[in-house]
């Protein structure tokens, strides 16, 4: 099985950013550790990465691996959803130990 590498893009100025790595962190929550790699990046401390990258919004969520890539923009909330549409499998919220 391919790791499942997730890059979510923020705006540090933006509220529905700063509520989107909450999200993810979420999502990542129902994972098994060593399963995926998260990485977040602020396009206001990295804007030529932003640029090289043709982010245009914030939040975007990108599924890197496996192929295909999946891009998600905009309300990132439905954890279980989102989930669905990176066709990644999750843990049911009840089952996950904190």
Do not use: H, W
């Amino acid at each position: 099985m391919n790791k499942l590498e997730l890059v979510l893009y923020v705006s540090s100025a933006s509220a529905r950013s700063k509520q989107a790595v909450g999200y993810l962190q979420r999502l990542c929550d129902m994972l098994e550790p060593a399963t995926y790699e998260f990485t977040v990046v602020d396009v206001l401390e990295q804007p030529a990465r932003a640029a090289e990258e043709g982010i245009l919004v914030t939040p975007l969520l990108v599924r890197l691996a496996p192929p295909p890539k999946r891009y998600l923009a905009g309300d990132l909330s439905d954890v279980e959803r989102i989930a669905a549409l990176l066709d990644v499998a999750i843990a049911r919220p009840e089952t996950v130990q904190r």
